[in-house]
Structures are given as C-alpha cells and as structure tokens.
C-alpha cells in the first residue's frame, strides 16, 4: 500500500482546525514565544520530554515492524537512529545547562499526560497498520515542527531562544 502521508495529515490537520490550533498555540508554547513561562515549567517539561522521548523511539521501532516498504523501514530505521543516538544526547546536554542532571532524566516519574499520550501511540501502533501508527504520532512529529517554525519566525530575545533555535 502506498500513501502520501503528506496529503493525509494535511486532511487531518484541516479536519481538526481549532484544536490543532489550541495545540499549537498552547499557554506553554505562548510562554516560550514570549520569554514568560516559568523557569519551573520548562525544567518539568524537559524532564518529562527525555521520558517522552524513549517511548517516542520505541514508537519509532516499532513503525520499522509495520512497514510495508523497505523505503518506509528504512525511514523508520533512520528515525529511531537519530533518536537515539544524536536528539536524546542533545537533550541531555540542554537538560544540564539547566541544572538538570542526568541521573535525574534516567529515574523521573512520568506524568499522567506523559502516560497517557505515549501509551496511546504504542497502543495505536501494535493494534493498526504503519497509518494508524503514524496518524497518533502526527500531533507530535508535525506539531512540533510547526510551533519551531513559528516560534524560530516570532519569539523575540527571551530566556528560551537558545532552545527555539534549536528546533
């Protein structure tokens, strides 16, 4: 089966306008555009997204097992490389220049939130097919990249650019 999954999300982001938009345009995401979201706030957010981001590669793993194409597995394979190998470790590194050590990444408790999205996602994955899959990591994938840009085009100098610009 082959699909343009470009075309798929961009239906689904049209189907799904205003929430979309109070995702992308979230307070959290407001308060980094703007330099207002407490320090606290950014420092939990940078806890739970290194738990994120493990689920996030086996979710990743787990689009090589439902692949259909060898282009898709390898795609999928790529993905989980830099995952692991390169996005965590820089995760870790802005995680210490904000006092965060990395021993508290490995035993953080994950939040509800955290639980809920991720398991959903392997949820999605080990019951549908690679669409399925891929339509529950979607929000995060091309939601992120979409609030980047934003933010990179818009936020002025706050105490958040540095990661802006990073992403």
Request: glycine share 8%; with cysteine; charged share 15%.
């Amino acid at each position: 089966m082959t699909m343009d999954y470009g075309r798929a999300f961009t239906l689904w982001r049209a189907a799904a306008a205003e929430p979309w938009r109070g995702y992308t345009h979230h307070g959290f995401v407001e308060g980094l555009r703007y330099g207002t979201l407490p320090a606290a706030s950014f420092q939990h957010y940078l806890i739970q997204d290194y738990v994120f981001l493990v689920h996030f590669s086996r979710a990743w793993a787990l689009a090589v097992v439902k692949a259909e194409t060898l282009d898709e597995m390898k795609t999928a394979a790529g993905t989980v490389n830099a995952l692991i190998n390169f996005e965590m470790a820089h995760h870790v590194e802005v995680c210490a220049q904000m006092g965060i050590p990395e021993a508290d990444l490995f035993t953080a408790t994950e939040s509800a939130a955290n639980l809920a999205y991720t398991r959903y996602v392997l949820d999605a994955g080990h019951q549908g097919d690679l669409a399925d899959l891929l339509a529950a990591l979607a929000p995060c994938v091309l939601g992120y990249g979409e609030i980047g840009a934003r933010l990179g085009a818009a936020a002025g100098e706050t105490p958040y650019r540095g990661w802006i610009d990073t992403y």
